[in-house]
T-cell receptor, first 109, second 118 residues
Framework: GQQLNQSPQSMFIQEGEDVSMNCTSSSIFNTWLWYKQEPGEGPVLLIALYKAGELTSNGRLTAQFGITRKDSFLNISASIPSDVGIYFCAGSGSYQLTFGKGTKLSVIP | EAGVAQSPRYKIIEKRQSVAFWCNPISGHATLYWYQQILGQGPKLLIQFQNNGVVDDSQLPKDRFSAERLKGVDSTLKIQPAKLEDSAVYLC????????????????FGNGTRLTVT
């Protein structure tokens, strides 16, 4: 099946710092999605990307769909304590969605 | 709008026992998914329904897992008999229409059922 490589696996950052994480795949995807999961809850959609090269923002979050359609990144600017959680990328080439293993973000106040 | 509802929140069983999980999707969502999330990993699709028909169950261990969505709304996922490696969070998700190739209907997840098999 399709595999997604998500990095870094975990991050510890100071409050106020910017954060960047990315996903790469050996397969071409038509859609990239970024989710955030907090303890005891299901993943919540943050940003959806549907076109190669697309750059989309949602508040302090910015994500891009790579030109090659095999990668995507998520940036968080000016991190705050409530940004803590696990961030998952997910890609779809057809109707099936494949998730990365997640990036665990810790924010030090 | 009300979100995806799942029950129970937690379940502890012994290996070889059976267990069932229930999911009520967001009203009007045609597509329903069951995902398995093992600790430290991303969700893995088990089965996808479009209304009451199965779209994809290629990763469902059919010797022990079964799922149904008889009236195209609620769904149940059953494991019988359970194994130690089935310990995971079972997430239900729904979308308006998850069968389009561009995946224009993002998934909305429930809070999951945490299963522990001892």
């Amino acid at each position: 099946g399709q595999q997604l490589n998500q990095s870094p696996q975990s991050m510890f950052i100071q409050e106020g710092e910017d954060v960047s994480m990315n996903c790469t795949s050996s397969s071409i995807f038509n859609t990239w999605l970024w989710y955030k999961q907090e303890p005891g809850e299901g993943p919540v959609l943050l940003i959806a990307l549907y076109k190669a090269g697309e750059l989309t923002s949602n508040g302090r979050l910015t994500a891009q769909f790579g030109i090659t359609r095999k990668d995507s990144f998520l940036n968080i600017s000016a991190s705050i304590p409530s940004d803590v959680g696990i961030y998952f990328c997910a890609g779809s080439g057809s109707y099936q969605l494949t998730f990365g293993k997640g990036t665990k973000l810790s924010v030090i106040p | 709008e009300a979100g995806v509802a799942q029950s129970p929140r937690y379940k502890i069983i012994e290996k070889r026992q059976s267990v069932a999980f229930w999911c009520n999707p967001i009203s009007g969502h045609a597509t329903l998914y069951w995902y398995q999330q093992i600790l430290g990993q991303g969700p893995k699709l088990l089965i996808q329904f479009q209304n009451n028909g199965v779209v994809d169950d290629s990763q469902l261990p059919k010797d022990r897992f079964s799922a149904e969505r008889l009236k195209g709304v609620d769904s149940t996922l059953k494991i019988q008999p359970a194994k130690l490696e089935d310990s995971a969070v079972y997430l239900c998700a729904s979308s308006l229409d998850g069968t389009s190739s561009s995946y224009n209907s993002p998934l909305h997840f429930g809070n999951g059922t945490r299963l522990t098999v001892t």
